[in-house]
């Protein structure tokens, strides 16, 4: 059963310590996706990725956060330092994109960030 | 600015009753419609897709796509209490790399 495998699924921090959330996407997948979901915003997009290429990282601050894929098996979402407004669930998808049908994606359980 | 308007409910239906809900979109260029599923504390997961303009049936999820109007609805018959959750509409169009573009969700709650 094919799924996107997130770490860590929880995570309690603090104030202007260092995050790292990974992302293992199911295997074959060309696209990986980072979002942040909060009750406020809703689904916002970070990152994403087309064959490890990152394609679109504006809605992501800069300053603070960074995403990567260093192959094709991991993503990483990193946040330096942290604050308090982040707290937030952080979802990864990936898909298969196909001329004919663009993305059907899937996503991963979510990793719970909690900023005190 | 590409956009995908939902009501954000709550749309609460009789358990057993049809639920109906609609997406509307902004670009005309849009080519993929996706429903997803999302209960509360969990992921979104995706229930169907849909490219061609009329109906698409899946058990007792019908999505109904109308390019010239741009909109997609869901259809849910005979709702059942575990339908309740909220629905993410999604698009996504080639000229945009393929990014999708997601509304803001409905909640549904069946009531028994």
């Known amino acids: 059963d094919a799924r996107v495998t997130q770490t860590p699924r929880h995570k309690v921090t603090e104030m202007g310590q260092e995050v790292t959330m990974r992302c293992q996407p199911i295997?074959?997948?060309?696209?990986v996706f980072w979002y942040r979901q909060t009750m406020m915003q809703g689904l916002e997009l970070l990152a994403y990725f087309r064959n490890r290429a990152p394609l679109d990282d504006s809605g992501m601050p800069k300053d603070r956060f960074s995403a990567e894929m260093p192959d094709a098996t991991l993503a990483t979402l990193k946040i330096q330092p942290s604050e308090p407004r982040d707290s937030a669930v952080y979802f990864c998808?990936?898909?298969?994109?196909?001329?004919?049908?663009?993305?059907?994606?899937?996503f991963g359980e979510g990793s719970w960030l909690t900023v005190v | 600015q590409k956009e995908v308007e939902q009501n954000s409910g709550p749309l609460s239906v009789p358990e057993g009753a049809i639920a109906s809900l609609n997406c509307t979109y902004s670009?005309?260029?849009?080519?993929?419609f996706f429903w997803y599923r999302q209960y509360s504390g969990k992921s979104p997961e995706l229930i169907m897709f849909i490219y061609s303009n009329g109906d698409k049936e899946d058990g007792r999820f019908t999505a109904q796509l109308n390019k010239a109007s741009q909109y997609v609805s869901l259809l849910i018959r005979d709702s059942q209490p575990s339908d309740s959750a909220t629905y993410l509409c999604a698009v996504n169009n080639r000229d945009s790399n393929y990014q999708l573009i997601w509304g803001a969700g409905t909640k549904l709650i069946i009531k028994p």
């Open positions: 295997l074959g997948h060309n696209t």
């Open positions: 998808a990936s898909g298969l994109v196909r001329l004919s049908s663009g993305n059907t994606i899937y």
């Open positions: 670009d005309r260029g849009s080519q993929s």
